[in-house]
């Protein structure tokens, strides 16, 4: 690899250069000024910008808040003509989430969202859909439960599960 044979500031210029070149194969991707906001974004995270997480960044953090699986934005990776592999996007998504950039949100067993919104706040799971919301409001808790002891509470996770109405 070439990074070893230049210094970090060589390392991100290259790699600011590579999206740009993308950015005029893929229509779909953001212009450039939302690459140097995803490489400010990376450095204040203390993550190293490499392709794929600028690749992905840009796809999380410019379009919004976003509530993504790791399968849908390799779905949106693929159409963006990103060369990128299903498990470089959960490895990414993982260290997203390890750098404070993502809360991962686990709706059922099987099946974690990345939530780009990481406050504390609770959502709606609407099952069979595969779609992740944020409650607007309306939720509210009278009384939290003493933590076990020798333990303090960290978060608390609400997911209110929705499934269709049946119609009669
Ligand atoms: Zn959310």
Known sequence: MDIQ???????????????????????????D??????LQFLSDAGLRPTRQRLALGQLLFLRGHR???????????????MNLSLATVYNTLNQFTEAGLLRRI????????FDTDTSVHPHFYLEGEDVLVDVADGLAFSKM????????????????HLRRKRVM
């Open 67 to 81: 509530h993504v699986t790791a399968e849908r934005l390799y779905e949106e990776a693929i159409m963006a003509n």
């Open 145 to 160: 439960p003493e933590a076990l002891p020798g333990h303090e509470i960290a978060r608390l996770d609400v997911i209110v």
């Open 33 to 38: 000024d939302g690459v140097q906001r995803c």
């Open 106 to 113: 686990a709706a059922d067993g099987i099946k974690s969202f």
């Open 5 to 31: 044979a230049t210094n970090t500031t060589l390392v991100d210029d290259d790699c600011g250069a590579d999206l740009v070149q993308a950015d005029v194969v893929g229509p779909s991707l953001p212009p």
